[in-house]
């Protein structure tokens, strides 16, 4: 298999380290291998990609879509982002929770949140080239989201030493209503 595959602490959230292979001439390795993700137990065919740069300091999220939900296999192209996901699955025993993960160009790791799941990210280096795919298409109509600094899911957002860049869209998110639907 050319990844490992590490469960994370919410339900049907991994951490996905590819095999890297190295030489003077650089390195490479397989993002995505449909039977290996299957065999990890991550089945879902992927419909979009999207791409996305931001500067060190922008915090975009969270994120979600409400009829449409997307499952999104995540990665840094160049750079380094804390990676957030957030549980608002109802019956899930982990509703509610959030994970977060650090995502680098250097590690090439990975970060799978299935469907369900609220997503944002905080860029660490002076510039991120963010990648993921989607199990769905993006409905802009479908949107949802969650303010990012709600202190009833207490994200740990990393300490830059300077104010985060924040859409005002994303400014103005609801709060998490938090209750079990």
């Avoid at 039977?35 to 990890?40: E, N, Y």
Wanted: hydrophobic share 40%.
């Amino acid at each position: 298999m050319a990844f490992t595959f590490i469960p994370g602490s919410l339900e049907g959230v991994y951490e996905i380290i590819p095999a890297v292979f190295k030489d003077s001439r650089g390195y490479f390795f397989e993002s995505y291998t449909e039977r290996d993700f299957v065999k990890a137990g991550i089945a879902g065919r992927f419909v979009q990609d999207n791409q996305s740069r931001s500067a060190k300091g922008v915090l975009r999220g969270l994120h979600f879509q409400k009829q449409h939900p997307q499952g999104k296999l995540v990665r840094v192209l160049e750079g380094a982002v804390f990676d957030v996901a957030l549980d608002l699955r109802p019956h899930s025993r982990t509703y509610g929770q959030w994970q977060g993960i650090h995502l680098s160009g250097e590690k090439h790791n990975q970060f799978y949140i299935p469907q369900g799941f609220a997503h944002g990210f905080l860029v660490l280096s002076e510039t991120a080239v963010f990648a993921y795919k989607c199990t769905d298409f993006y409905h802009p109509e479908d949107e949802g989201g969650i303010i990012w600094n709600d202190p009833q899911i207490g994200i740990s957002w990393p300490d830059l030493g300077m104010d985060y860049m924040v859409s005002a869209k994303d400014q103005n998110l609801p709060f998490f209503a938090g209750g079990r639907g």
